[in-house]
């Protein structure tokens, strides 16, 4: 799967391990197109969290596990490489420029691709991503009207696009933007197939999807009215792929990449076969590749140890290193690199901290360089708390960024400052976190201990691995632990968490002044204005006690010395990026 409109993805990571089970939960599997051919036999990969979605461009399935899982099950117009180029699939399809003034797009599927159930990837499929991605049809303000997808990626840029025009030849849509957008060339690719979203959604078929969208007006926020047929339509999108059991509908996990589902077992596996007809992008060398979730870093290792496991991708903490350094003796190869993410302490602005000075008083007591020593320190020589929201350490605009931006703070803990702070109250703090994952409940367990010296309650409500990202959304929890990790091109990235009623947004910021930032940053192409926007909408953040990044993610992967063309990437994907090159040697 190229990375569509280059979201960040949510990260739960936990150190993943081989789960053994003798049986499939879902009874068999219905029959799909798979390899009759054998090139290259199966692997078994250790990866993080469990499966949740068939969806993973939606808000809610925006992991990622569910993108790695779509990696492999997505083709389209683009991928992004190990060295954050974007790469053209032009065996799929092609997109070109249309125009500068105003900015045109026109994008072509080729002729002969197809979604793994026959029915060609068209028109359809190309304006449905449009209208999920666009936020064209909502009328929400204020508490009022209605938001239909609800989309992960940044709106920024597709908000700003006229209704597409369809192509004579039913297989190409060409966007107008209504103003310059700097990420126009990644800003777009296929998600969903429309004809099961149609018909799942009441309708007739795709040709009824196509004429609903053309006929529905685009929302107007000073006359909200719901449109009924389009809102089944988008909470069928929303939620009707997430799933973590086998459908008993094949259409609800149909492929158009290199491998299809062809059976899961909830939190414990997925299992992936070859698509035989896939030609239109790079052709995969293994017939079969098993994913298998969830445990502890020291059972991945064993499960790689025991031949178990062919590929395993833990998060690494202090502690494991030795784990890892055994491996490599034994003749495995691992590689630890620096990931394009980071972890991070989000507070919601309602309930508790609605008020900035309780806000301000939490982030006092937040025991950053403790977290960092105990979680990271071992792995990391000479690891220090990240003190940005929107650049890593390794950006040159970084080190003065954080001389301007207010991170220095909270660089202590202040104890004694928070209580004053919060003059005799003792607010309740509920944390959601991933409970499954050993670096977020060790964080928790710091932060709890830290905060109640102030005089603040903190109560656990993390869950498990497949619930917890479920529950950003929901808002029974006043602060989050998680991550976030996205690709390097691109600055779509920021608008995504930051701006006001952006799909990943789940904390209720809203600061006008940053929005106007990251309106001026879409229309960007000079990256050293880039940069300077970049570092105002930092400042804007962590003036408003938003909350704290507290450490860049390291990334690991092993392998045994039987698969070879593993090459890990920075980005979301890991090593899924080019899983076409993965085989025996």
């Known amino acids: 799967m190229p990375l569509r409109r280059l979201m960040q993805v949510i990260t739960g990571a936990v150190a993943a391990v081989l789960v053994i089970s003798g049986c ?10 798979v390899g009759e051919t054998k090139r290259g036999g199966s692997v078994t990969v250790a990866e993080v969290n469990a499966f949740t979605s068939f969806n993973p461009f939606s808000a809610a399935g925006n992991t990622d596990i569910n993108t790695k899982i779509g990696q492999i099950t997505h083709s389209g117009f683009y991928y992004v490489d190990n060295n954050e180029k974007v790469v053209r699939n032009e065996k799929f399809g092609r997109y070109e420029k249309v125009s500068d003034r105003p900015l045109k797009v026109k994008y072509t599927v080729n002729e002969g691709v197809k979604w793994s159930d026959g029915d060609p990837i068209d028109a359809g499929d190309l304006l449905l991503a449009w209208a999920a991605d666009s936020g064209y049809f909502d009328d929400a303000k204020a508490g009022t009207g209605t938001t239909y997808f609800s989309a992960a990626a940044d ?26 957008y700097a990420d126009w060339e990644v800003a777009f690719d296929v998600g969903l197939p429309a004809h099961v979203v149609a018909a799942k959604s009441g309708l007739n078929d795709e040709g009824d999807l196509i004429a609903l969208l053309k006929d529905s007006p685009r929302g107007d926020t000073d006359r909200p009215a719901v449109n009924t047929r389009l809102k089944r339509v988008s909470d069928f999108w929303n939620t009707g792929f997430d799933t973590k059991a086998l459908p008993p509908d094949p259409a609800m996990y149909l492929s158009s990449g290199p491998y299809i589902v062809r ?36 059972a ?19 502690g494991t290193e030795g784990l890892f ?15 394009s993410g980071y972890d991070h302490l989000d507070l919601k602005f309602s309930g508790p901290f609605a008020e900035k000075s309780v806000r301000e008083a939490f982030l006092k007591t937040v025991p950053r360089q403790e977290i960092v020593k105990d979680v990271v320190g071992g792995p990391v020589d000479d690891a220090k708390p990240l003190d940005s929201h929107v650049f890593l350490p390794d950006h040159p605009k970084y080190a003065d960024t954080v001389k301007n931006n207010g991170s220095a ?22 944390i959601l976190y991933n409970k499954d994952n050993p670096n977020r409940a060790r964080a928790f367990a ?16 993390g869950l498990g691995s497949s619930d917890w990202v479920a529950a950003l959304s929901k808002g029974a929890y006043d602060a989050a632990i998680l991550g976030w990790i ?7 990235r920021v608008p995504q968490i930051f701006k006001t009623g952006a799909g990943s947004n789940f904390t209720g910021f809203s600061d006008a002044e940053a929005d106007k930032t990251m309106e001026e940053l879409a229309a960007t192409t000079d990256l050293a204005k880039q940069d300077e926007l970049l570092a105002n909408v930092d400042k804007r953040i962590w003036q408003n006690a938003y909350g704290l990044p507290l450490y860049q993610t390291t990334g690991m992967v092993a392998y045994s010395n039987r698969v070879t063309g593993i090459v890990p990437s920075s980005g979301p994907l890991g090593v899924w990026w080019n899983v076409w090159d993965w085989r025996l040697k």
């Open 263 to 298: 059976d899961m077992v909830p939190d414990t596996s997925v299992t992936l076969v070859r698509n035989k007809d896939y030609v239109w992008g790079a052709e995969p060398y293994l017939d079969e590749i098993t994913v298998r979730f969830t445990g502890a870093a020291g």
């Open 300 to 318: 991945a290792a064993a499960a790689l140890r025991a031949g178990q496991a062919d590929i395993i991708a833990p998060q690494p903490s202090a």
């Open 409 to 430: 703070d909270y660089a202590k803990v202040d104890i004694q400052g928070a209580a004053a702070q919060l003059r005799g109250a003792a607010p309740t703090i509920r």
């Open 155 to 180: 709106r920024t840029g597709l908000a700003g696009t006229a209704f597409p025009e369809i192509g004579s030849d039913g297989r190409s849509i060409t966007l107008e933007y209504l103003s310059p």
């Open 24 to 33: 499939s939960a879902s009874g068999g599997a219905p029959p799909v197109v």
């Open 446 to 461: 710091l932060i709890r201990d830290s905060a109640r010296a102030a005089g603040f309650t903190v109560e656990d409500a």
């Open 325 to 339: 350094d055994g491996l490599a003796a034994q003749g495995n190869t691992v590689e630890r690199y620096n990931q």
């Open 486 to 492: 996205g690709p390097g091109v691109g600055v779509s």
